[in-house]
């Protein structure tokens, strides 16, 4: 392209970061994203998700974190499937502080996460005791008007039934009927 004087744009970059990066040569990937940053190119979606992909195929928690950072300090907002890569890997690693951290950020953003991401953090939050932070999770969720999936719903009130605790489980039903009353297709 260089030699053709034809500049490359954030497209160029993105689908040659994504050839090196699939070929297994993360490295490079990085170095690609980094050259954009300092061209002036601004990273969207597609770079964030690619070099993530490639820490996550590497199994290089560290890599993966630094990106993740990168992006969390640049204020970015990532689309539903960066998030969700985001969101299996934190809960696979057992990182739940990472997941919160995330869904924390999404929602100061104003975004509200997708349900598969809330049932992946919730059930990695439940199966490591912390029942009360997957229920606020969900309370978060179901007042944006966005219903929870049944799986979801059903391992968050079989927790709740475990720990005894009456009074969220009562709850989560009670807003979960109201939204569906309220908004009939969200059945």
Request: proline share 3%; charged share 30%.
């Amino acid at each position: 392209m260089l030699k053709r004087r034809i500049l490359p744009d954030r497209g160029a970059y993105n689908a040659l970061m994504g050839a090196v990066v699939r070929a297994g040569d993360v490295q490079s990937g990085i170095e690609i994203f980094d050259e954009m940053e300092m061209k002036g190119f601004e990273w969207d979606d597609v770079s964030f998700y690619t070099i993530l992909y490639g820490f996550r195929n590497l199994k290089n928690f560290n890599g993966f974190v630094k990106i993740y950072r990168r992006m969390f300090e640049k204020g970015f907002v990532p689309r539903t499937r960066t998030v969700m890569l985001l969101m299996k890997f934190f809960c696979v690693k057992g990182r739940v502080d990472l997941g919160l951290e995330l869904w924390e950020f999404l929602l100061g953003k104003g975004c509200c996460p997708h349900r598969h991401a809330l049932d992946s953090l919730a059930k990695e939050l439940c199966c490591q005791g912390r029942v009360s932070d997957a229920y606020e999770c969900f309370k978060q969720i179901v007042k944006r008007g966005r219903l929870p999936s049944e799986r979801g719903v059903q391992l968050l009130e079989d927790f709740l039934w475990k720990a005894e605790d009456g009074e969220k489980l009562k709850e989560i039903r009670y807003m979960l009927c109201n939204l569906k009353a309220l908004v009939p297709s969200a059945s």
